[in-house]
């Protein structure tokens, strides 16, 4: 057996029919194993949308197994390590299971699909579910194991609370994550973003691998999240007629990266473009300040997500001011030279 994590089929059109609720008989043991997740500061369990995810009782030594790039301290020690897949929850599935938001392949996918998909994007890190856990020569778990390298983890405040054991511990993880799901099964929310089928491509961008795909991937999201906002009046044929510089302008703005777009930022989104196309064409970066360029648009990106899921998309690398000031053709210091 050979498990892989469910993606997401674009469609045409969000579906904003009622509900339907997957019923869980009785006598069925309605939990799963949840692998990879990594629990806010202090909290033992985590409720979403009815679904409560529970630490499992060897969670620090699982936790220490995962992947860690360097060695830090956060309740417990988690030493620099390359790192592997953990079960470190279980969930109690509701009795009353709701369908998903997100268009996903599998017919038996539930919103703990998606919760799993947000868990993945907050905390940086796959998260997955299994039935039960996944012995040795049983089959092969093809979810990568490594952190990402993109993600909104800084998007969701701390917020300090107490437990019965008067250990303090962050539920701000909780209630961001209840708000901005609560907010994705609006009626509003599904149609204006077509229930969200761009976030796998997200997903995907946010997690290790080289820049020039996460850069085109991104880049893919604003053409989709363009044709989302102006599909009532421009036709396919117009979309695909339309320049890309004058599509990122719309983005821009759209999202309030720049109130406006003059003929100076103009100039700079055309520069981007020719980036993009070059990466098309020649699969690469032609030099340091495209390679730099492109991850100041993977950064701003997130921010934008963060933006969609009704977040502020805490900006802590300044990437927003960075890109503006690109695209009026200034000089910016690269975060890798800054850090030297």
Known sequence: MIYEQDDEVPSAEPECSAEVIIMIEDDLQNTKWIYNFIFPYGCQEVEIYKYTFTRVPEYIERVQTLQHTFSSFSEFDRPMSTGTHAITAEVTIPGNERQPILPWREENATALDDILLLFSIFTQRDVFALKKPMG???????????????????????????????????IGFQKGIETVYKLMRTDEWRKEYGNGRFLSLFRSACKIQILETSFITCWTIWEILFRLHNNTWLSDKQMI??????????????????????????????????????????????????????????QVTTIIIAKILGLSGHDVLDSETKLLARLQGQEVMPIWKALQ
């Open 136 to 170: 040795e020569g049983e089959g092969a778990i093809t979810a990568d194991s490594r952190m990402y390298y993109f993600g909104l983890m800084a998007s969701i405040p701390y917020e300090e609370g107490g437990e019965e054991n008067g250990r303090k511990c962050d």
């Open 241 to 298: 007629r339309l320049p890309a510089a004058e599509k990122i302008a719309f983005i821009l703005t759209r999202y309030e990266i720049k109130k406006s777009v003059n003929a100076t930022y103009r100039k700079g989104i055309k520069r981007f473009v020719k980036i993009r196309n070059n990466l098309v064409h020649s699969g690469r970066f032609l030099d340091e300040r495209a390679i730099h360029d492109a991850m100041l648009f993977v």
